[in-house]
């Protein structure tokens, strides 16, 4: 699951057991505001060209 909202995206997709990476371009969130929340994300990125690296770099994506 990818999102940029830690309520809303990264908590709803951990609680469906996915893996969660928080799209976070503007810097928005800091280490206090995961502090403050459940749901922590697996990954953070800051750009959506990230997320394919991220994916390429961890999981494994051949057929």
């Given at each position: 699951?990818?999102?940029?909202?830690l309520?809303?995206?990264?908590?709803c997709?951990?609680?469906?057991?996915?893996?969660?990476?928080?799209?976070?371009?503007?810097?928005?969130?800091?280490?206090?505001?995961?502090?403050?929340?459940?749901?922590?994300?697996?990954?953070?990125?800051?750009?959506?060209?990230?997320?394919?690296?991220?994916?390429?770099?961890?999981?494994?994506?051949?057929?």
């Amino acid at each position: 699951m990818v999102g940029d909202s830690l309520k809303d995206d990264i908590a709803c997709g951990s609680r469906a057991g996915a893996f969660t990476c928080l799209l976070d371009e503007t810097g928005r969130y800091t280490p206090a505001d995961f502090a403050a929340v459940d749901h922590k994300p697996d990954f953070k990125v800051s750009s959506l060209d990230e997320v394919y690296t991220l994916l390429d770099t961890n999981f494994e994506l051949s057929p």
